[in-house]
């Protein structure tokens, strides 16, 4: 049977729950069963990583084809990107595509699927405890199965997907949900599959009790019950797209039929109100915002509506809409929301009575999918795997910065000779330059995409986390340091790029939990002066 019949047969289907049960417990390095098998070798995962594109990537204003300008601390959006995850491949050498991300805690499980009539998914595990080295330490192949969602729930990975029931005679419908114990956080073979009505699981959602999925085409929101795995209610709504859980509010998307909001425990229908049409068999996500609901719409763009009412508070059409130009999905995190748009990339508001487009974030590759928590950004890119970008958020613990104002002129912080300028917050820039005699002060975070020089006699007080600079270019970027001018570090230097110590150059670190880590080369000349405790991440001032 061919993987199009079960994404567009119009075939009605009964109902029909069947549970599976796999309990064997493996931890080697290679835990096998007929249909998973999972790796944590972490040596051999990591060489999937990839630096090329990291470094401190910048926020163009698209109304203007111009970087993003620090207006105010609420404005500025300092931005890393720390690292890409290249797709794996299946058994058959197959290279999958990244497509979903959930997370918890330091973790982030990415899923994968295969395009194309053939079957085979796969799932990742990203540690990012280590704020800039992540660590991809176990992934799983999944035979004969497409993962197309997951959600974290109590210990559990809930995973829905759409299988090859021509392989796997035991099962009744290609759509499918994995239930997963995780030890630690990472995957098992311990795991329990509920077969569903329909013909592939398109999102999955999870509460305290209970799990929700979605099937496409002919579908039904499911509700599922966490402990017996068995199905426990049904709603047939067609063409869904997508479910989300709001306090006692089940949300549903279809592209033909809009929003419905359930009834948590009965799944009785409190409202439902129409969106735009989607194009057949595509992905998309809704996120919620206080009492609003952020819902993906294609080529239309996002719809911003009222949970309660109903009624649309915002439109959001793509500039340019058509082909790969397509909003996919849209996530919300601490103020922020972040809207993947394929081809178009992936554009930041800043929250508030209505979205503030803010600009497009300067990735390389398409924005499939979404999803924002804690410091990060996940972006999944398909075939260009998982990209990996960290929020530069401002400490505002450091003693003495009260009372400095925000940086607010240009993307060049030049300080002319004997000028003292000191600035606090969030501030994303392209250079800075401090001349003779000067000093500037910075509290809280800043990214600077390109070259810092101080020159002679200069001084830079960076306190809070400063990220400077590309990942190893063929022209590198560079921060330098000059005869008697002085770089005070109190908080977390990256330099992603190279540093050059000039005759004389002079770095003083400040308390006892300071740290630099040096991706680049590091020139350091005759009479330079490094002071203080700190931790070298990389050993290269040595």
Known sequence: MRKRVYLFSLAAMSLFTFCTNNDESNTDTQAKDNSIQINNDVTSLNKRLDYTNSGVISIANS??????????????????????????????????????VAVNGNFAYVAYTMMGEVYSGAIDVIDVSDPYKPKLITSALIANTDITSLTYS???????????????PELTNPSIVITMQLSSGLLT??????????????????????????????????????????????????????????????VTLSGTK???????????????????????????????DGTKLLVSEGYNGLGVYDINSGSK????????????????????NDGYTFVANGAAG??????????????????????????????????ASGKGGLKIIKMEKPNTTFAGCTGYGTYNQGQNLILNSNEIKSYSGSTAISSVMVNSGAVLTHCGSITIQNGVTLNSGGTFNMRGTMAQGKYQQQNPTELIINSNALLQIEGTVVI?????????????????????????????????????NYKDTENKLK
């Open 496 to 532: 992603w790029g190279d540093l050059r110590l000039n005759s004389g150059a002079k770095i003083n670190f400040i308390g006892n939990d300071s740290s630099i880590t040096i991706y680049g080369k590091v020139t350091k000349n005759s009479n330079v002066t490094i002071t203080g």
């Open 346 to 379: 992936l554009n930041v508001y800043k929250t508030g009575s209505q979205l503030s487009l803010l600009g497009t974030v300067g990735i390389v590759g398409s924005s499939n999918y979404v999803k924002s928590s804690g410091d990060y950004i996940y972006v």
């Open 189 to 250: 073979d311990n795991y329990t599959i509920t077969n569903l009505e329909g013909k592939v699981t398109t999102d999955v959602a999870a509460n305290s009790s209970s799990y929700f999925a979605v099937t496409g085409d002919q579908g039904s929101l499911f509700k599922i019950n966490n402990s017996s795995k068995a199905v426990s209610g049904k709603v047939t709504v067609e063409d869904l797209r997508s479910v989300a859980i709001s306090g006692d509010k089940i």
């Open 313 to 332: 508070l915002q439109s959001i059409p793509l500039a340019a809409p058509g082909e790969d130009n397509v909003t996919n999905a849209v996530s919300v």
């Open 154 to 168: 109590n210990g559990s990975l809930i995973i829905g997907a759409a299988t090859d029931i021509d392989k796997k």
């Open 63 to 100: 109304s203007t084809s111009k970087l993003l300008r620090s207006e105010a601390a609420t404005d500025a959006l300092p931005l890393v990107q720390i690292a890409e995850v290249n797709p794996p491949k299946d058994s058959n050498g197959r290279t999958l595509q990244a497509n979903h």
């Open 258 to 288: 809009g929003v419905n909001i359930y009834n948590e425990s009965t799944l009785s229908l409190q409202k439902s109100f129409t969106t735009s049409t989607d194009v057949s068999a595509a992905k998309r996500t809704m996120d919620f």
